[in-house]
């Protein structure tokens, strides 16, 4: 039995909150817990294709939800199921006939076809439009338990802290309820399911929890909101840990951890500033950066938004109007990593920027890796892909409010026949499938690079 909750940091469950999460106490108490080191790029996508096929990004050939096509600079795809050509754990045991059951996992829209059932993830566009679930009369019977699923929190970027909050209930609610009924009425022999609401509340109500955070307000009225959602989400876990007997073994993970954000670093109005991007027009206001407003004969570098930012060199020979010469690539990405790394906050202080070479992340790379990958203040900072700021530093994100940013240090929870308790050492997020597979007596592949926690 595998319980994801997106975005858990070990610091708040397994220390800070510990006592005040009863089921979660319990299994520490019965079994091994510590640090999951997330992936490169810590993000939803890719990290959980990442724990459940023991595959780095280079290798499933993703770098996170975003990814160029081919070399044009118009082409980007978004990564959902499709974009995954490596087994997942499911794919392995579906293949060896044991039964299973997949709720909610990023990256399972659009659903395959397991030994079992698949409900899919956050990426599905419309319950009521898609096809979201495998096999596809299961939809109705899950419209016929908790009525109008739902996938995901709609706009969780929202100044509506109400509005959120209910619809943070009503969906954790829903999906534990739908857990129960496929645990109560399917044959199981992996249930592996992810709550994605714990990511949502991170991001919504940070500034209310941190007292560290710049927009942090002394008794403001959503201060115990996070406290109070895991409070709720812990009962949860406890009524589904009713379908386990003491021959299960018992997994709680998370993806990656969460930190509070401090601002974001307009990533191509510094390439402007320092002449690496040229535009033919510059807009009078914020504005999306596209391909046509760029001008590529006289652009070395680009750069996307998001909670890391994806820098791409301009190279001549690989992009259809490459200005950076192939003798020269190194050079100017050192050149570009050093200057990037060096960049402060507003009043020039460092924040501790780092910018990865792929090469120097991945044994491999698949797919159209980034030139570099940058982790703004080590992720403290959000890269805002947006031009027309005027500014480097910006305290307002541009996809809406977003007060949390990424961590790598996520979590796991280990409790089976056999596992001594206690902390455990920190863990690598490819380890999880192995470990599931050893559990339930499978082989484990050769090409997975994770090792099992019980090694």
């Not at 294709?49 to 595959?55: D, F, P, W």
């Not at 909101?225 to 386990?244: C, E, G, N, T, W």
């Not at 992340?361 to 892909?385: H, K, M, N």
């Amino acid at each position: 039995m595998v319980i994801g909750l997106d975005c858990a940091a070990p610091w708040l469950v397994l220390d800070r909150w510990l006592d005040e999460l009863p089921a979660i106490r319990e299994l520490t108490q019965r079994g091994v817990h510590g640090v999951l080191r997330s992936c490169d790029p810590p993000i939803t996508v890719p990290a959980w294709s990442v724990m459940t096929s023991s595959r780095s990004p280079g290798s499933l050939g993703f770098y996170g939800f975003r990814n160029r096509k081919d070399r044009s600079y118009d082409r980007l795809s978004l990564a959902d199921s499709r974009a995954v050509r490596l087994p997942r754990v499911w794919d392995l045991l579906s293949l060896r006939d044991r039964p299973v059951i997949v709720l909610g996992v990023p990256q399972t829209y659009p659903v395959s076809r397991v030994n079992g059932v698949m409900v899919s993830c956050f990426l599905t566009p419309d319950v009521e439009t898609s096809d979201y679930t495998y096999p596809p009369e299961l939809r109705d019977e899950i419209e016929a338990l908790v009525g109008r699923y739902m996938i995901d929190v709609p706009d969780f970027r929202t100044d509506d802290k109400d509005r959120l909050l209910a619809d943070l209930e009503e969906m954790t609610a829903k999906r534990f309820r739908l857990a129960e009924q496929l645990l109560e009425t399917r044959p199981w022999d992996m249930f592996f399911m992810v709550e994605m609401g714990t990511d949502r509340i991170h991001h919504g109500f940070w500034r209310y929890f941190d007292r560290d955070h710049r927009l942090y307000e002394p008794d403001n009225p959503y201060e115990g909101a996070m406290l109070a959602y895991y409070r709720a989400l812990d009962a949860k876990i406890a009524s589904l840990l009713r379908h386990a007997d003491d021959e299960t073994a018992i997994l709680v993970v998370s993806d990656h951890g969460v930190q509070r954000m401090d601002g974001g670093i307009c990533v191509n109005e510094w390439l402007m500033r320092e002449g690496y991007l040229v535009l033919k027009e510059q807009p009078s206001e914020p504005t999306r950066l596209s391909p046509e407003m760029i001008d590529w004969p006289r652009t070395t570098a680009w750069g996307e938004g998001g909670y890391y930012s994806r820098v791409f060199l301009n190279v001549e020979g690989r992009e259809p109007e490459g200005l950076v010469p192939q003798a020269d690539y190194e050079r100017v990405r050192d050149e570009l990593k050093q200057q990037l790394e060096a960049l402060g906050d507003e009043n020039g202080a460092p924040i501790g920027t780092v910018a990865h070479k792929p090469e120097d992340l991945y044994s491999e790379q698949r797919g159209i890796a980034p030139d570099l990958l940058v982790y703004f203040g080590d992720l403290a900072w959000r890269s805002v892909g947006g031009v027309g700021t005027g500014t480097i530093h910006v305290f307002e994100n541009d996809t809406g409010p977003d007060d949390a940013n990424h961590a790598p240090e996520g979590m796991y929870l280990l409790a089976a026949p056999g596992v001594s308790a206690g902390t455990g050492a920190e863990r690598d997020i490819r380890d999880i499938a192995p470990t599931i597979l050893e559990l339930l007596d499978e082989p484990v592949p050769a090409e997975m690079e994770g090792r099992s926690l019980l090694s």
